[in-house]
T-cell receptor
Framework: DAGITQSPRHKVTETGTPVTLRCHQTENHRYMYWYRQDPGHGLRLIHYSYGVKDTDKGEVSDGYSVSRSKTEDFLLTLESATSSQTSVYFC????????????????FGPGTRLTVL | QKEVEQDPGPLSVPEGAIVSLNCTYSNSAFQYFMWYRQYSRKGPELLMYTYSSGNKEDGRFTAQVDKSSKYISLFIRDSQPSDSATYLCAMKKEGAQKLVFGQGTRLTINP
């Protein structure tokens, strides 16, 4: 499982509330990613990080922000959740500072199922 | 038009059959090609990873990339009920961080 955990695993919230999802990794990977998975769309990249405090947008970043203050943690925040953000969110990692894992292979966490009512 | 097209299935075959899963793509800049297996309510698991064109074999799984046709395939030999899952193709450009995924094909292997 590449040492990736996500929390919470399930969450139900109401429209307009802030939500933060956490991705935690234990193997010092350089790159971390947030994807969402929706029927008919497959997986789509929201944001990614290429180091502590270094982040960039993906293809569906509107309404989401991220932060990475430590190598091991990558947070995804929905500032004001909307029903269109109901989805399954996956964190992924790639690359290692030690060079033992390439940057092109991404490994995924178990996912967080988010429902916005 | 999506950059990566994958027949969503569902595909149902008997145990022991050879399974062929395919994706087509439109962007000739893609250089890295992956196949992921995803069981219900689990995260995608990297099965095969290929750079550029050619074949790669790992046990019962073979990945093929034909860049001239913009077509990739995953073959599963001697399919088992435990192979029942959704299979996702993914690809990326050199230097890019984004993986572009197909929709996934839901596969069922019947005992």
């Amino acid at each position: 499982d590449a040492g990736i955990t996500q929390s919470p695993r399930h969450k139900v919230t109401e429209t307009g509330t802030p939500v933060t999802l956490r991705c935690h990794q234990t193997e010092n990977h350089r790159y971390m990613y947030w994807y969402r998975q929706d029927p008919g769309h497959g997986l789509r990249l929201i944001h990614y990080s290429y180091g502590v405090k270094d982040t960039d947008k993906g293809e569906v970043s509107d309404g989401y922000s991220v932060s990475r203050s430590k190598t091991e943690d990558f947070l995804l925040t929905l500032e004001s959740a909307t029903s269109s953000q109901t989805s399954v969110y996956f964190c992924a990692i790639s690359g290692s500072y030690a060079g033992t894992l390439g940057v092109n292979e991404q490994f995924f966490g178990p996912g967080t199922r988010l429902t916005v009512l | 038009q999506k950059e990566v097209e994958q027949d969503p299935g569902p595909l149902s075959v008997p145990e022991g059959a050879i399974v062929s899963l395919n994706c087509t793509y439109s962007n000739s800049a893609f250089q890295y090609f992956m196949w992921y297996r995803q069981y219900s309510r689990k995260g995608p698991e990297l099965l095969m990873y290929t750079y550029s064109s050619g074949n790669k074999e790992d046990g019962r799984f073979t990945a093929q990339v034909d860049k001239s046709s913009k077509y990739i395939s995953l073959f599963i030999r001697d399919s088992q009920p435990s192979d029942s899952a959704t299979y996702l193709c993914a690809m990326k450009k050199e230097g890019a961080q984004k993986l572009v995924f197909g929709q996934g094909t839901r596969l069922t292997i019947n005992p």
